[in-house]
């Protein structure tokens, strides 16, 4: 596809989008499903980095729609729709889990800062197979690991947001980036390599060393 007929397609199709959202705030149920459809895989891609398995990712989905349809008014048009539905399917997520985090185990960061940094023993991973190591960490640390290495926010931010201290969000993503290194270990050195997908490549660009910044 030439350069022009890239910025025609990506108008129509932000076209398109506007469209749904006027018939989302008219309440009519065919936007609401075209809208669902068109944005179904970008929102399941954030359910189920919270999310331990699939079927928990789709309660997730279903909440955070829901909640997108009944606040759909309050979009702003003159802003992209993406990051806005974005970010209430992650606060979402974060509500969804939010009862079940459990930091009464956890050291605060201060514990940690004599021991000695270790080297990342891997380089890029597969999309489902990172999927798969985060999916398989606690619900606290997927959170904090989430938030801060994928979704980037800083550890203020992540304290304020879950109701932790800024300490123990540090130490969650210091024990959830060890936990990740201790799975990649077993696995016998197993080469990942990174895939096409744009989606794939979002998920892919993290801060997975054990530096706590």
């Known amino acids: 596809m030439l350069k022009g007929e890239l910025v025609t397609a990506n108008r129509d199709s932000e076209e398109i989008i506007q469209k749904y959202i006027q018939g989302c705030i008219r309440n009519e149920r065919d936007s609401q499903k075209a809208l669902y459809k068109h944005f179904y895989s970008f929102a399941m891609g954030i359910c ?3 999310a331990h398995d699939r079927l928990d990712a789709a309660g997730i989905l279903n909440d955070g729609f829901f909640k997108a349809f009944k606040n759909i008014a309050k979009y702003e048009n003159s802003k992209a729709f993406m990051p806005w539905l974005g970010r209430i399917i992650t606060n979402t997520a974060i509500d969804y889990y939010r009862a079940n985090l459990k930091f009464a185990d956890h050291l605060d960061i201060q514990e ?3 021991i000695a940094q270790v080297s990342s023993v891997y380089d890029k991973l597969a999309y489902n ?3 798969a190591l985060v999916q398989a960490l606690s619900p606290a640390y997927r959170t904090v690991f989430n938030l ?3 979704d980037g926010y800083n550890h203020e931010e992540i304290a ?3 109701g932790i201290s800024i300490g123990t969000s540090k130490s969650n993503l210091f024990k959830a980036r060890q936990k990740l290194q201790e799975m990649l ?7 990942y390599q990174v895939r096409s997908s744009g989606v794939e490549k979002n998920l892919l660009h993290i801060r997975l060393n054990t530096n706590m910044q």
């Not at 270990?185 to 080469?191: E, G, I, L, N, V």
């Open 48 to 50: 189920l980095r919270y």
């Open 112 to 114: 940690h800062e004599n």
């Open 129 to 131: 197979d990172l999927l």
């Open 148 to 150: 801060f290495a994928i």
């Open 160 to 162: 304020e947001m879950l």
């Open 185 to 191: 270990k077993a696995t016998d050195s197993k080469t």
